[in-house]
């Protein structure tokens, strides 16, 4: 490491405390595009006409084509000096389909579905390389004592902007006309994410004079694994995949069943949203707390068994309100599962060969992130009832929570047989 005089300090610590601001910027602007591509956009597809099956689909085909993304991450960011660089053309395409969204009205109506899913697929491809190039540039951008902080901000600055977005577009979309209503919402949500782009472009790697983000030392050389040919992996990533397939599976139908079924509009969409938004902002601060004293397994089931309650609720609300608190406890519940699943994968299997096996993880994500949405909307094209289908979800989620109980350290990596997973 060399020696820095008080200049070069001086200089780099300015560097890093720009880089800090544009972090946080660009998080805040994009949070504010994030409700056109969540909840609203499951809406403006049933306002297309969407079936269940197209609900599933929405969720299901973006997800394979960013697993088939993942295969192109590496050769595309050798072919660029800095990750900085990297970054602009996947990370304007994976905006771009906020845009492009807006046109799809002006198309014939039995093309509109077959377009908009083809197009978020397709475009689904830059998510998976802007996602990890990104994340490149972040440990560039700061140094190691910064980089706590740095998430800790641009945490707070996308629930912010998440919160203001969802009231103020629930607001708008109820009082104009369709499709006008979510063609500005996807104009202006693109404008957004173009000045969350400028903030982004304007981020700056630090000198190699700290690394920001050291590999620990016990995982230099580690020999090179097929992470899918490995016991301890397969293990692992086939029950937290059961977990993902449990929660997944009836994410399309729910919107359907607010919105055909209990009449919701996209103003009380909001307020189901932002109480989502509060229960896991909430569960967000604890969710550390809970593994410490009761142990990831542990969490992961109860919190998978809470899910399965508010599907339950969903299943059998007579009327809007009563799916209130379900959001609330929904949000909640799936902030414990997923903090805890990720840091569980983690201390399984190691230090050693990390960058392969999590690799693997994102690919086992993107799989059952394909799987899971079909089921739901498999059952409901089959003419069963959407409130049928989320109680069958609700028993999945229940089961899904409670496989994770049967797995044993035995399963996991060599150096970490000797210390119980908890």
């Known amino acids: 490491m060399s020696t820095l005089s008080a200049e070069q300090t001086q200089t780099i610590l300015q560097q890093e405390k720009r880089n800090l601001f544009h972090l946080v910027a660009d998080i805040a602007w994009f949070g504010l595009a994030i409700p056109s591509m969540g909840s609203f956009l499951s809406v403006y597809f049933i306002n297309l006409g969407a079936t269940a099956l197209d609900m599933g689909l929405l969720s299901a085909l973006p997800a394979i084509f960013m697993l088939l993304g993942t295969f192109l991450t590496n050769p595309w960011a ?3 000096p800095d990750s900085r660089r990297a970054l602009i053309l996947p990370t304007f395409v994976m905006r771009l389909r906020i845009l492009l969204l807006a046109f799809i009205p002006f198309l014939p109506p039995e093309w509109r579905i077959p377009a908009a899913l083809g197009m978020l697929a397709l475009l689904a491809l830059s998510n998976s390389v802007a996602g990890v190039v990104f994340l490149v540039l972040m440990q560039e951008a700061v140094t190691v004592r910064r980089f706590t902080q740095l998430l800790s901000q641009r945490q707070l600055a996308l629930n912010i902007g998440i919160a203001i977005s969802t009231l103020a577009l629930g607001f708008w979309l109820e009082r104009v006309a369709f499709p006008l209503n979510y063609q500005v919402m996807f104009v202006a949500s693109f404008l957004f994410t173009l000045v969350s782009m400028w903030h982004a472009m304007q981020i700056r790697p630090l000198p190699e004079v700290e690394t920001p983000i050291p590999p620990p030392a016990e995982e230099a050389p580690a020999r090179p694994v097929n992470a899918w040919r490995e016991k301890p992996f397969r293990g692992i990533a086939g029950v937290l995949g059961f977990v993902f397939i449990g929660y997944f599976s009836i994410l399309p139908v729910i919107p359907l069943r607010l919105v055909n079924d209990l009449g919701a509009t996209e103003g009380f969409i909001a307020l189901y949203s932002l109480l989502e938004l509060c229960g896991a902002a909430t569960m967000a601060y604890f969710a550390y707390r809970l593994v410490e004293r009761f142990g990831h397994q542990a969490v ?3 919190c998978m068994t809470v899910t399965g309650l508010t599907a339950l609720i969903l299943a059998l609300a007579p009327s809007l309100y009563f799916t209130l608190p379900a959001a609330l406890i929904n949000g909640a519940a799936w902030v414990g599962t997923d903090v805890s699943q990720f840091s569980f994968f983690r201390k399984v299997m190691g230090s050693a060969n990390k960058t392969a096996y999590t690799n693997a993880y994102y690919q086992m994500l993107s ?4 799987v899971g949405p079909l089921i739901g909307s498999t059952l409901a094209s089959w003419g069963l009832s959407l409130g049928v289908v989320l109680l069958v979800g609700a028993a999945l ?3 899904a929570g409670w496989a994770i109980s049967f797995y044993r350290p ?9 210390a119980p997973a908890t």
């Open 78 to 80: 050798r072919r660029f």
């Open 300 to 302: 992961i089931r109860t």
């Open 367 to 370: 799989l059952v992130s394909f």
């Open 397 to 399: 989620r229940v089961i």
């Open 410 to 418: 035995a399963d996991a990596a060599p150096d970490l047989q000797q």
